[in-house]
């Protein structure tokens, strides 16, 4: 893809700068923030613009609000720690549009900062509104759009602002989202290994078509390996399995044998006759390497880590998106988290973390900080890694 430009290409400094980040962010029960991951990731690409003299103004989305005011969904309690973070004032505007907005943004200095109210409180946010959109731009004089994990979206403030404003650039969250997820899998250090994980196969089907063209070895585990073992005709017992989905694991099967890809996928299995989610409890697990009648498979054996962990020790480059077992239960955690530590001990490989809840496994695993990149997009990571056309980054110029 031709190169994106970002906000190192154009001079922003006295210009009132519309930057969309993705400030989605948990609370805890009393409305505080709880993982401040997103807003600290908004970091370099504001202090760059505030560096410059840049009038920064904040949009994002938060939560499903459904097109109008509800408080529970306010960016407000955001302000306080993006603040911390930046270790200045940041402004508030009650609206994302019009009088309150426009008010706020005329009072900004050069080097200011302020954060507009939910995008997502108008309806016309999601259905990308022409309209809405040119209200938005009204406050501008530039875009850069930040926000890599709603870039999989056509709405008003990722990509419809764009058509309205001169200026239309990245920032470095979604340079680096490039990078990594597009040069890095594109033009891979070889060996390239992707480990794939998760329940579907459904969800993941176009990922693993894209990159039977590109990886030497593919890794697959979690419930959607069962999926592939009942292609292959073994037994998976009562485990998650889509049945109507074997053909195309077939078809995932006969590509990476003509194409000369290792499609590995688990040898042993931890098996219980009783998951209980209601309590994240299991019942007694059983390390088998045929599924019998009566049990679900909840995580990858040991035979399996040792088989997946030595593929992944040899690679040059690894992608990761999707657990291997319910590694929220921590009994079925091991496979995950061994994936996890295997990953982060190869230092002498490029090692992508590809989103969704590889990123929640990384974190509560603690190898976190070991890894090369992680992306903080879910949907956004997987739509780009099977090819498809982003519109938040279609949006953008070109160098």
């Known amino acids: 893809m031709a190169k994106i430009k970002t906000v190192n290409d154009v001079n922003l400094a006295g210009k009132r700068v519309f930057v969309r980040v993705d400030y989605n962010v948990p ?16 970091l370099p690409t504001l202090r760059h613009l505030i560096d410059q003299g840049a009038k920064v103004i904040l949009a994002s989305h938060l939560g499903r609000p459904k097109g109008k005011v509800d408080l529970k969904y306010s960016l407000k309690p955001v302000v306080p720690v993006l603040e911390k973070l930046l270790g200045k004032p940041v402004a508030f505007a009650e609206d ?34 022409p309209a809405f959109a040119a209200q938005l731009a009204k406050l501008a004089d ?26 239309s650039v990245a920032g470095f969250l979604i340079e680096r989202e490039l990078k990594f997820l597009g040069d890095a899998t594109a033009n891979p250090k070889r060996p390239f290994v992707a480990i794939l994980g998760g329940a ?42 889509e049945p109507d989905k074997v053909d195309l694991a077939k078809s995932a099967l006969s590509k990476a044998k003509a194409k000369g890809v290792k499609l590995l996928l688990p040898v042993d ?26 049990t679900q498979g909840v995580d990858i054996g040991p035979k399996s880590i040792a088989l997946f962990a030595a593929e992944v020790s040899a690679a040059k480059t690894v992608l990761w998106n999707g657990p291997m077992g319910i590694f929220e239960i921590k009994s079925c955690s091991k496979g995950t988290f061994a994936i996890a530590e295997a990953v982060a001990k190869n230092q002498g490989a490029i ?44 949006v953008l110029q070109t160098v």
């Open 27 to 42: 609370f805890d029960e009393k409305g505080n923030v709880s993982d401040d991951t997103r807003v600290a990731a908004s």
């Open 96 to 129: 994302c549009v019009g009088p309150k907005a426009e008010a706020a943004v005329a009072a900004l200095k050069n080097g200011d900062v302020l954060l507009l109210e939910n995008v997502r409180f108008h309806a016309e946010e999601e259905k990308n509104d």
């Open 142 to 167: 530039a875009f850069v759009n930040d926000a890599f994990g709603s870039a999989h979206r056509a709405h008003a403030s990722t990509a419809g602002i764009a058509k309205d404003l001169p200026i």
């Open 200 to 241: 579907k196969v459904s969800d993941k089907i176009q990922v693993i078509d894209s990159l039977l063209d590109k990886c030497d070895a593919l890794i697959i585990g979690g419930a959607m390996a069962y999926t592939f073992l009942l292609a292959l005709g073994q037994p998976t017992g009562s485990s998650l399995t």
């Open 269 to 294: 299995h931890l098996v219980t006759d009783k998951v209980d989610f209601a309590t994240m409890t299991v019942g007694e697990l059983t390390d088998v390497e045929t599924i019998p009648a009566g």
């Open 351 to 394: 090692s992508i973390i590809g989103g969704g809840d590889s990123v929640k496994a990384i974190k509560k695993s603690g190898f976190s900080k070991q890894v090369s990149f992680i992306s903080t997009g879910g949907g956004a990571s997987l739509e780009f890694l099977e090819g498809k056309v982003l519109p938040g980054v279609a």
